[in-house]
């Protein structure tokens, strides 16, 4: 029998063994293990805040005292040339990599610096990676019910009796991606844009409050781009969103601001049309 795998938001949290180090700031940051999913201090009105963030790699900095700020429910934009360093912050938030210096909070009390990635995860930031990742050979249906939070195995979940809520939350969520008539369907039959419909709806399966989207219409249709364009601006204002892309009529069709990177920096931020009359950004990115 083929063995599928755990994903993260299915495994036990890793300890600290430094639990009461300080964070170094004058946040009072919250211990390991703190579950930031419900009544996360967001009392300023940012849910996610990066200052002075520089990672290296053997020398090389792929992100340099890189400043950025998102608002809740906020539907964000990251743009830029490869290289730029959008892949690397979103490792940075997600705790996948760890910054060699600077500071990153989820909403005012949460360090992301003393979080393990599946700790992350939990507090409520989801990622959604440009290939899309379903269990191919369960159903649209047991995909979602996978994903809703849990502690348990994968098989000891698809056992267990649902609730009411949870048959629920699932109904409203296939509603929400379309995928209500492909609700018996094994996932792998599914088209490329209908397996990143099914991954976004895992990922709100598990109530984040923060998603970090990358290139999410890639290899989709005209139909399927304009969808999630809907889909997107609809769930804005509920959760925060970040999205990294490349597609401009996209971006402009749904961001409220728009940050551009470049060598590993902010080189501007702004609506899109601001940022398209940027000369900088023309130079490095857009071109004439």
Same mark, same amino acid.
């Given at each position: 029998?083929? @063995?599928? =795998?755990?994903?993260?938001?299915?495994?036990?949290?890793? /300890?600290?063994?430094?639990?009461?180090?300080?964070?170094? @700031?004058?946040?009072?940051?919250?211990?390991?293990?703190?579950?930031?999913?419900?009544?996360?201090?967001?009392?300023?009105?940012?849910?996610?805040?990066?200052?002075?963030?520089?990672?290296?790699?053997?020398?090389?900095?792929?992100?340099?005292?890189?400043?950025?700020?998102?608002?809740?429910?906020?539907?964000?934009?990251?743009?830029?040339?490869?290289?730029?360093?959008?892949?690397?912050?979103?490792?940075?938030?997600?705790?996948?990599?760890?910054?060699?210096?600077?500071?990153?909070?989820?909403?005012?009390?949460?360090?992301?610096?003393?979080?393990?990635?599946?700790?992350?995860?939990?507090?409520?930031?989801?990622?959604?990676?440009?290939? =899309?990742? $379903?269990?191919?050979?369960?159903? $649209?249906?047991?995909?979602?019910?996978?994903?809703?939070?849990?502690?348990?195995?994968?098989?000891?979940?698809?056992?267990?009796?649902?609730?009411?809520?949870?048959?629920?939350?699932?109904?409203?969520?296939?509603?929400?991606?379309?995928? @209500?008539?492909?609700?018996?369907?094994?996932?792998?039959? /599914?088209?490329?844009?209908?397996? %990143?419909?099914?991954?976004?709806?895992?990922?709100?399966?598990?109530? =984040?409050?923060?998603?970090?989207?990358?290139?999410?219409?890639?290899?989709?249709? *005209?139909?399927?781009?304009?969808?999630?364009?809907?889909?997107?601006?609809?769930?804005?204002?509920?959760?925060?969103?970040?999205?990294?892309?490349? *597609?401009?009529?996209?971006?402009?069709?749904?961001? *409220?601001?728009?940050? $551009?990177?470049? %060598?590993?920096?902010?080189?501007?931020?702004?609506?899109?049309?601001?940022? %398209?009359?940027?000369?900088?950004?023309?130079?490095?990115?857009?071109?004439?």
């Amino acid at each position: 029998m083929r @063995t599928l =795998p755990t994903p993260a938001f299915m495994l036990e949290p890793a /300890l600290d063994p430094h639990p009461n180090r300080d964070a170094g @700031t004058s946040r009072d940051a919250l211990g390991l293990g703190a579950a930031a999913a419900t009544g996360l201090d967001t009392r300023h009105g940012t849910i996610l805040t990066l200052e002075d963030i520089s990672v290296s790699f053997d020398g090389f900095k792929a992100l340099n005292s890189l400043n950025l700020y998102i608002g809740v429910g906020e539907l964000r934009c990251i743009i830029g040339p490869n290289g730029a360093g959008k892949t690397t912050l979103m490792d940075v938030i997600t705790g996948k990599t760890r910054p060699t210096a600077g500071r990153a909070w989820f909403g005012e009390t949460l360090d992301l610096t003393r979080l393990s990635e599946v700790q992350i995860a939990q507090a409520g930031i989801g990622r959604k990676f440009q290939k =899309p990742t $379903v269990f191919e050979a369960l159903t $649209v249906f047991e995909n979602l019910e996978l994903a809703q939070k849990t502690h348990k195995s994968v098989w000891a979940s698809l056992r267990a009796r649902l609730s009411g809520e949870q048959r629920d939350q699932i109904e409203h969520t296939l509603q929400m991606i379309r995928l @209500t008539a492909s609700v018996n369907r094994p996932a792998g039959l /599914l088209s490329h844009g209908q397996k %990143q419909f099914l991954e976004i709806g895992m990922l709100l399966m598990q109530d =984040p409050q923060l998603l970090l989207l990358d290139e999410p219409v890639a290899g989709m249709t *005209d139909a399927e781009t304009e969808f999630t364009a809907e889909l997107f601006k609809g769930l804005a204002g509920q959760r925060s969103l970040m999205v990294v892309e490349h *597609d401009m009529g996209f971006v402009g069709s749904i961001a *409220d601001q728009v940050t $551009v990177l470049h %060598q590993g920096s902010v080189l501007a931020e702004g609506t899109l049309e601001e940022v %398209q009359a940027d000369e900088r950004v023309i130079e490095v990115y857009l071109g004439r």
